[in-house]
C-alpha cells in the first residue's frame, strides 16, 4: 500500500469528519488570489497547500522537482513529469502534514504555504486540449433506448462490444462555479412541421465523471488495455450539460453537437488513481464477451458515490439523484483501449467522461431525462415548484466520494448555475 493512503494518518491540519480531502487524498488544481498567482496547490480539509511556497522554502529538496513547475496555471506541467515523481510529491506532502513526529515537524508554525480556501478562486487546472464523452453506463444507455426506440431493443446491435463514444468540445469546458447561459438553437415541436428557433426547453444535466490523460502517445501508437493505467493520471467530477430538445432533433446521422457544447462543469481537483486505490471494485459481468483488445483483468472499477442536488434561486435544494460509479459497464482501461486502438494520439491533460452514470432504480438515474421519463413526471421542490427539466436560476451541484475503513476521498464539488438565454 502506498504510505500516503495508510487509513491511520492523521494532519495537524484540522480536518472535518465529512471533509473530503484528508491527508490521504492530496489531490491537484490551480488557485489564485488577488496578490498572488495562478499556482499549483493541493489541498487538506478546508485549506489548499501553495506548493511554490512550500518548494520556495526548501521543504521539497531531493525530490527533482524545479519550483518553476508550481508556478503555472495549470497541472500538465507537473502531469508531464510521470507518476513516479507526482507519487514521490504526495509522499512527502503526506510527510509534511502527518501529525505524527518527523524530520519536517518544525514547520508547522510556519504556515505561509497554507491558506484558507475561501480566501483563494480555484481555476480549471487542465488545459484540455481534447474531449472524449462515452456511453458507457448499461442502465443509461437502456433507459433512452426505452423511451425513444423499441423497449424490447432498447441497446443498440454495437452496444455491449464496444464503448461508444463521441469527440466533444473542450473549449467550453469550464470550472466549477461556473454560471452557464441557457443555450439557443433549433427544434423540432412535437407535431409540427418545421423547426423552431430559440431558447432551449429541455435543458438537462448528466452526472458523469471524467478520467485525465497522464502520458501522451504518437500518431499510429495503441495503448494496450493492459497498460491502460499508466496514461490515467487522476479523475474529476463532469456535468455535461444538454439541451434534450436541440439534441433530438440535430442527433441524426452525426450525433450531439449544439445540444452539448455549450458547455461542460468539472469540479477544480484531479484525485490522483493512486488515492482512489481503495476503492477498486469488479465492474458488471460483460455478456457476450468482449474482443480480445478490450478483456480487462483485475478490479477496475470504483466505489465512488455520486449525488446531484438541484436548488432553485432563492429556495433550499434538493437531492435528486444517487447513483456510483461502480454501476460502469466500460470501464476506464476498455475506453481508453478503446480509443487508441486506431492510433488516434493522446496528449497530457486530454479528458475522457464516462457518459452518463446511471444505477438500476429510479432514485440513481444520472439525469433529468431519466428521472422524469422524458417528461412525463414531475420532481417537487422544497418551495413548492415542480421540474421535469431545469429552469432558469437552478444551481446544479454534483458531489462524489468514497469511503472506506474511516477515510473519505472525495471531489469537492461540480456545480454551476442556469442563467437565461443571452
Known amino acids: 500500500m502506498i504510505k ?95 501529525k505524527e513526529p518527523n524530520r519536517w515537524q518544525g514547520i508547522k508554525t510556519a504556515t ?13 487546472p487542465l488545459k484540455i486540449g481534447d474531449y472524449t464523452d462515452f456511453y458507457s453506463s448499461i442502465e443509461h444507455a437502456t433507459n433512452v433506448g426505452m423511451m425513444f426506440r423499441d423497449p424490447e431493443n432498447a441497446l443498440l446491435p454495437n452496444w455491449r462490444h464496444l464503448p461508444v463514444g463521441y469527440h466533444g468540445r473542450a473549449s467550453s469546458i469550464v470550472v ?21 428557433f430559440g431558447p432551449c426547453r429541455l435543458l438537462d444535466f448528466e452526472l458523469e465523471m471524467a478520467f485525465v490523460v497522464g502520458k501522451p502517445t504518437s500518431l499510429g501508437q495503441t495503448i494496450p ?25 440535430e442527433y441524426v446521422p452525426l ?53 446531484v442536488n438541484i436548488q432553485p434561486e432563492g429556495s433550499a435544494g434538493k437531492v435528486v439523484s444517487r447513483s456510483n460509479f461502480k454501476y460502469m459497464y466500460w470501464n476506464m482501461c476498455q475506453q481508453l483501449a478503446h480509443h487508441t486502438v486506431n492510433g488516434c494520439n493522446v496528449n497530457i491533460g486530454d479528458l475522457c467522461a464516462s457518459g452518463t452514470i446511471s444505477g438500476p432504480t429510479p432514485d440513481s438515474y444520472g439525469s433529468m431525462l ?4 422524458a417528461g412525463s413526471k414531475t420532481i417537487e421542490m422544497p418551495d413548492g415548484s415542480e421540474r421535469k427539466f431545469l429552469k432558469d436560476g437552478d444551481t446544479v451541484t454534483m458531489k462524489g466520494w468514497g469511503e472506506k475503513d474511516g477515510v473519505r476521498i472525495g471531489f469537492g464539488e461540480a456545480s454551476g448555475k442556469i442563467l437565461p438565454a443571452l
Request: charge should be negative; glycine fraction near 8%.
Open 225 to 249: 488495455i493492459e497498460e491502460a493505467e499508466d496514461y490515467i493520471f487522476g479523475m474529476m467530477l463532469f456535468n455535461d450539460w444538454s439541451a434534450r430538445d436541440i439534441q433530438k432533433w
Open 176 to 196: 466549477s462555479g461556473t454560471p452557464i447561459h441557457r443555450p439557443k438553437g433549433q427544434m423540432m415541436p412535437k407535431g409540427a412541421d418545421n423547426p423552431v
Open 112 to 124: 505561509d504555504f497554507l491558506r484558507p480556501v475561501s480566501s483563494v478562486e480555484l481555476l480549471l
Open 255 to 307: 450525433g450531439p453537437f449544439l445540444g452539448k457544447n455549450f458547455g461542460s462543469t468539472v469540479s477544480p481537483w484531479v484525485v490522483t488513481l493512486e488515492a482512489l486505490e481503495p476503492f477498486r471494485v469488479a465492474g458488471p459481468v460483460q455478456d457476450p464477451e468482449v474482443l480480445p483488445y478490450l478483456r480487462s483483468k483485475g478490479e477496475k472499477n470504483y466505489d465512488i458515490q455520486l449525488e
Open 370 to 373: 431519466e428521472i422524469s421519463w
Open 4 to 98: 500516503a493512503n495508510n487509513p491511520k494518518l492523521t494532519s495537524w491540519v484540522e480536518v472535518g469528519k465529512d471533509s473530503d480531502f484528508p491527508i490521504q487524498n492530496l489531490p491537484f488544481g490551480v488557485f489564485k488570489t488577488n496578490n498572488a498567482g495562478p499556482r499549483v496547490c493541493t489541498r487538506i480539509g478546508d485549506y489548499i497547500v501553495d506548493l511554490y511556497t512550500l518548494s520556495n522554502v526548501g521543504l521539497l529538496e531531493g525530490l527533482d522537482i524545479k519550483k518553476s513547475v508550481f508556478l503555472n496555471k495549470t497541472i500538465n506541467k507537473l502531469i508531464s513529469l510521470g507518476k513516479e515523481k507526482t507519487s514521490q510529491l504526495r509522499e512527502r506532502l503526506s510527510d509534511i502534514l502527518n
